[in-house]
């Protein structure tokens, strides 16, 4: 479990009631999400000269103020974070956070490669997370040091596959000309030229892939709380790592390394860094 800089979760367990809440969220979330998709929608640029094209539809922001909503009236004492409707305070060390469609630009092409995101943090650290793609019909959830999938009536747990060499990973980033710096693009060449093939486009999706054991290593950069706190159990859960490109904690860096074995992100690392 990944744990913040300066302090410790309460506890390293989520019990059933808040892993069932979870869920429940999720599946308002789903709702709000499902009507929109593949159908004409308005698109907001949300996004500046300086940052770019940045979307957000009817459907990233019902689906967020659905989940606020529950966990307003249920779980007063909960903090919430999420990208639309910003941050309510906690008043008992526990916070949700929330990106009701991380992966905008694939929904608005009609693409399936996007999902809700829904992390519960303890004390700063994430202790929870799910990743939901409610038109496939796949919930990817990490907890208590396990991780698995929900699909079609099936619960399977998910393992990331072994990887010794670099030069067998499969490498996937979301878009490296859209969100790394010149300087990042450089490093993440370096470490492109050394892998056995490179897939662009995924966001969340990406990493519930890693922890199916279908994608080896992930490199990503511009991620913000909410893109990423719901990423750290899962991928760990499955028995992956996840860091910021240095090794260190990714929730706030913005950078992000994900790997499916720990050699080939010790390698990545030593790539990024070069």
């Given at each position: ?26 599946d ?73 469609v ?27 997370g ?11 959830i ?5 991780a ?56 969340c ?5 890693l ?39 990714c ?6 390394l ?17």
């Amino acid at each position: 479990m990944s744990a913040s800089k300066d302090t410790e979760p309460l506890s390293k367990t989520v019990d059933s009631e808040t892993i069932a809440f979870a869920n429940r969220l999720a599946d308002a979330s789903g709702a709000a999400i499902r009507p929109h998709f593949r159908r004409r929608i308005d698109v907001i640029d949300k996004g500046s000269a300086r940052s770019g094209f940045d979307p957000v539809t009817a459907a990233d922001r019902e689906a967020e103020r659905a989940m606020r909503t529950i966990i307003e009236r249920e779980r007063p004492e909960d903090g919430i974070l999420g990208e639309e409707s910003g941050e309510k305070l906690s008043r008992n060390g526990l916070r949700w956070v929330l990106d009701p469609v991380d992966g905008t630009r694939a929904f608005i092409m009609g693409r399936h490669e996007w999902g809700s995101l829904i992390a519960l943090e303890e004390n700063g650290a994430p202790v929870f997370g799910l990743i939901d793609q409610p038109v496939l019909g796949e919930r990817f959830i990490g907890v208590n040091g396990g991780a698995h999938i929900r699909t079609e009536g099936e619960d399977l747990r998910l393992q990331v596959r072994p990887c010794e060499h670099i030069s067998e990973a499969i490498l996937c980033a979301t878009h490296p000309n859209a969100y790394f710096t010149a300087r990042e693009r450089e490093a993440f060449a370096k470490v492109d030229s050394c892998v056995r093939m490179t897939r662009f486009g995924g966001d969340c999706y990406l990493f519930a892939a890693l922890a199916f054991g279908f994608v080896d290593l992930i490199v990503e950069s511009s991620f913000k709380r909410w893109d990423v706190a719901a990423l750290i159990p899962i991928v760990e859960g499955a028995g992956g790592v996840i860091t910021d490109w240095q090794g260190g904690p990714c929730e706030d860096r913005g950078q992000v390394l994900a790997a499916g074995d720990a050699r080939i992100h010790r390698a990545a690392m030593e790539l990024l860094a070069g």
